[in-house]
């Protein structure tokens, strides 16, 4: 296993922000940690890369102990804080430097992370020149620079634009791929674990109340598909699709299809824009289940 977490608790004070959490997860895995915020994933994730001790429990990274191997732990992790911390007064290229000269890292290794992120355009500019969407990339690029077996990102497309938050998704599932890193990804939002994770852990007010593998998270009687065409079409026309139940105006262009089945609708509504003359700006499949589960798990008593 890479991360085995056992009956870990943490308390602020009198507040136990964890509860007797355990999970364990598996080499190449990319596992979501969903919930909704102050539901205690920062902090486990805290506890993980030994900035925050636990008040009860253990874990293991990589087979070493959180509580008496924490250099090794370190070592061994690469970490995407949710504030990403970075010196906004350096080059891009001299912050890398700096952090690899910690970890006693050869240039060219700076090098092949700086092209890994796509940050080569960018890599002689002050941090503060660049797009949040680009210090994200060089976050990720200093949590890569060790080469770590293990990824711990903690909500790494806050505040990004479509355009960038979709860059961030994509450079993530490549170096995951591309390097079978194990990735524990901390969220609230359940669209970035549909886009990215094979399995989801949902956990609200310290406990752990879903883990599941992503496709076992499924609705056998309908689907959920968001289309945005170049103009606007009435819903009576859409309605005339197979197996179409509902549809949904949700702004400008943009409609959600309900259908009554589990096959992938997707190019059915394409051939159906092809046919009708329409252009398709985006077109997404959505987990209609996995949003009922995490609201039923996360607003119960």
Known sequence: MSITVSNISKLYGEQKALNNISFSINKGEIVGFLGPNGAGKSTMMKILTTYLQASEGNATVNEYSISEEKKEVQKSVGYLPEDNPLYLDMYVREYLTFNANIYKIATEEIEKVIEKTGLLPEANKKIEQLSK?????????????????VLILDEPTTGLDPNQLIEIRELIKSVASSSNKTVLLSTHIMQEVEAICDRVIIINKGEIVLDKKLQEISSEKEQLIEVEFDYKVEEQALQ??????SVENIGGFVYQITFSTQEDMRSIVFDYAHDNGLKILQLNKKNTSLEKLFTELTTQK
Do not use: D, M, S
């Open 133 to 149: 969407g680009y210090r994200q990339r060089v976050g990720l690029a200093n949590a890569l620079l060790h080469n770590p077996e």
């Open 240 to 245: 005339k699709i197979p197996k179409v139940t």
